[in-house]
């Protein structure tokens, strides 16, 4: 028998590796398979660059209801309309006193709940009472709300999709209710009750009734016949501030421009081509255009990315994915150092399986800030962000004072600009035609009226102002107008259309 | 002689039913110019908030006036108040407010048998009076005064002239109570389902799907 040589020891060796390399592959390929991974979205830069450089938001963080009111039973209400956050979610450790979303906690905790539908009117006359609400004025499926702050929903929840509000009343403490503005159902759910002096909503209700605005529905104010429960802030006196602003690439340079491109594209820019038109827009692209980060000449940073969505994902696994990556692009520092609030605006829902949703968000600081538009925009399809839009300002002179509204109270704004809102409003398609006074017409499609601060959009040199100002919005088949008028001389100021 | 002293019986009698005819219609006449009526109403204004004669259980009052005419208003709130034994101002009861009412309603179709109310209806101080001018021909005046205590007040609405002079005057009468003293309203969800129908209703939702 022959003795294997050394060349026979090297072809056995080689053998073996060979074997283990395709061991591992196949382990790999299973891998792949199995995560359902696009090998043609994989890079080097996947692998190395997914460290988050700022703190990741986590969905509580984000969501806050655009505004809170209060009733006291007596045909007065109390409204905040800025940055609600303080009522509705803080850490645990904050020391503030209950929330909203700990009081829902608390009340979803108790072993027999119970959900019954029911009408309107049985919603406004609970209300009436003493009671509290919060509104959002785009809607948010329950099971993110529940996900968000680990409410423990039962299965009784279910029937409720959407939540526009939510709201517990004195004068039913054994209720929660939840109005479902897109199908215009009203919920009651119903759990054990409690003593009054044990619910965490009794002391809520005393903190948000020491910082809201004084507010009468607007019945009250023009009579009975304009019926219309939209309630109509009545402060004495108020902050008024006007601020002007510039955009983070006026601000921060080409060094910012830079550092935020680098989150996308690596330290190095490899494979990536940047492009510099005469207007003043810088153009990033990697490869053959698989990825594009268009920073504009207003101060906008607009990024794109090809492919398919990897797989079906939920709102709340979206959401997490969208604020993942946020953290990894710049987060919402502005070229300043300064760290804005995140506030969840809107969610734009695509029909389908594994379609697209963008959340859009504003930023918040103490007080909250109106976008026309969105301050941020980030598209996620499956478990990947797709599109990217950045548009943030940067506060430049800012002014402060406190101001009464003297002659030009909401409603007399109201009675000032009726022709021109029914105007914008027809030219909208919100009305058909003119089958009754403009007065009537605009004060039955009304759905809110609050005082607010308002980011108005830029110029093309990308500076612009952030003003108080009284907003009427409206609402009908989904589209919602934003209409703005002066606090000062009740001038039209213009408007959204969302 | 009978006849002369009858005669003169006569033109005493009438003498004295003039003389309190004249007395019933000067006190009428006075009371009313004091504390009632100054002028006719606005057609231009509409006291939208508070209604009169309306209760309202809370320490605050609206008050919501529309104005449908460019012209200028002064809005002022009286407490009722009357004198007591010391000559000190305390508030008008309910009690007292109605049957001040009732007096002045006998007075005014004749059946009463007083000229005046027994109590003397003065005008409280509450806050200080408000101009507000519409240029327009809709405006709203919209004011919250807080702070109130129990009582029958009155919302006075003047439509000046030029000068300080009054054209018209509307007023609203309101009762404010202790927002305790509210009546217990019926349950809203009296006829609503008992929990174990809810249950099942639930429970059948969650199997068959909605």
């Known amino acids: 028998m022959k003795e294997p040589g050394a060349k026979g020891i090297t072809k056995e060796f080689i053998k073996s590796v060979t074997m283990v390399v395709l061991f591992l592959s196949t382990i790999l390929l299973l891998y792949v398979f199995w995560e359902n991974i696009n090998p043609g979205q994989m890079n080097i830069r996947n692998l190395t660059e997914q460290e988050s450089l700022h703190p990741v938001m986590t969905p509580a963080e984000v969501v806050a209801p655009d505004e809170i009111q209060l009733s006291y039973g007596d045909g007065s209400y109390g409204v905040i309309t800025g940055n609600t956050r303080a009522y509705w979610w803080t850490p645990q450790d904050s020391g503030q006193g209950p929330t909203f979303t700990y009081g829902v906690g608390e009340f979803l905790q108790a072993q027999d709940i119970f959900v019954e539908e029911i009408t309107r009117d049985q919603y406004q006359q609970v209300l ?54 897109d199908r215009n159902l009203y919920y009651r759910i119903i759990g054990n009750g409690e003593k009054i002096e044990q619910s965490p909503f009794l002391s809520l209700y005393q903190r948000i009734a020491l910082g ?54 690596g330290a190095t820019f490899d494979f990536t081509r940047i492009i510099q038109d005469a207007q003043g827009t810088t153009t990033y692209m990697y490869g053959y255009g698989q990825r594009v980060l268009v920073a504009g000449k207003e101060g906008t940073f607009r990024y794109k990315e090809e492919g398919a969505p990897t797989q079906e994902a939920t709102l ?50 103490d007080s909250a800030i109106r976008y026309e538009g969105g301050a941020l925009a980030i598209t996620v399809s499956g478990n990947r ?114 | 002689m009978f006849c002369q002293k009858s005669f003169q019986n006569f033109i005493g009698k009438k003498l004295l039913a003039g003389l309190l005819t004249l007395t019933l219609l000067f006190g009428m006449f006075s009371f009313f110019s004091m504390s009632d009526v100054y002028g006719a ?16 259980y809370s320490s605050s009052l609206l ?31 309910f009690d007292e407010w109605s049957k001040v ?37 809709l405006a709203f005046f919209t004011k919250k005064v807080e702070n109130l205590s129990v009582g029958v007040y009155k919302v006075k609405i003047d439509t ?31 006829n609503s389902q008992t929990g174990t129908v809810s249950f099942l209703q639930n429970l059948l939702k969650s199997i068959f799907g909605r």
């Open chain 1, 128 to 181: 009436a009472l003493e009671s509290l609400k919060s509104i959002f004025d785009d809607p948010l499926p329950l099971n993110l709300l529940c996900q968000a702050y680990g409410w423990d929903c039962p299965s009784a929840t279910e029937s409720i999709q959407q939540v526009s509000e939510i709201a517990y009343s004195f004068g039913s403490m054994e209720s929660l209710f939840v109005k479902d503005g």
């Open chain 1, 212 to 265: 809201s605005k004084v507010a009468y529905p607007l019945t009250l104010l023009l009579g009975e016949e304009e019926a219309n429960p939209v309630l109509v802030p009545l402060p004495s006196e108020f902050p008024y501030v006007i601020t002007t602003y510039t955009n983070e690439r006026a601000a921060g340079g080409e060094d910012f421009e830079k550092s935020l491109a680098k989150t996308f594209f």
């Open chain 1, 316 to 365: 709340f696994y979206s959401l997490e994915t969208a604020l993942g990556f946020l953290s990894r692009h710049g987060g919402t520092q502005d070229p300043l150092g300064k760290v804005y609030d995140l506030h969840l605006s809107k969610i734009i829902r695509q029909s389908g399986p594994s379609a697209p949703t963008t959340f859009v968000f504003d930023l918040w600081e």
């Open chain 1, 385 to 498: 962000v797709t599109a990217f839009t950045r548009d943030f300002h940067v506060p430049e002179k800012s002014q402060t004072q406190q101001f009464s509204a003297g002659d030009y109270t909401a409603v007399n704004v109201l009675a000032t600009n009726h022709q021109q809102m029914g105007q914008v409003l027809m030219e909208n398609g919100f009305f058909q035609d003119r089958k009754e006074e403009t007065f009537l017409m605009v004060t039955k499609a009304l759905e809110s009226i609050r005082l607010e601060e308002i980011r108005f959009s830029k110029t093309e040199e990308g500076v612009g102002k952030i003003e108080t100002c009284w907003c009427f919005f409206f609402e009908k088949d989904g589209k919602r107008l934003e209409m703005y008028y002066s606090i000062r001389d009740a001038l039209p100021m213009g408007y959204t259309l969302r």
């Open chain 2, 41 to 56: 109403e606005d057609p231009a204004v509409t006291v939208v908030n508070p209604l009169d004669g309306t209760t309202v």
């Open chain 2, 63 to 93: 008050i919501s006036v529309k104005l449908t005419a460019p012209e200028t208003i002064r809005v002022n709130l009286y407490k009722q108040v009357k004198n007591d034994s010391n000559g000190n101002p305390v508030a008008l009861t």
């Open chain 2, 101 to 137: 009412r009732s007096e002045r309603t006998a007075i005014v179709s004749g059946t009463a048998l007083v000229a005046e109310p027994a109590i003397q209806v003065l005008q409280g101080w509450v806050m200080e009076p408000v101009f507000f001018t519409s240029t327009g021909n």
């Open chain 2, 160 to 190: 000046m002239g030029p000068g300080e002079t009054v054209l018209y005057t509307t007023e609203h009468i309101v009762f404010l109570k202790e927002k305790t003293a509210q009546p217990v309203q019926a349950n809203v969800f009296e």
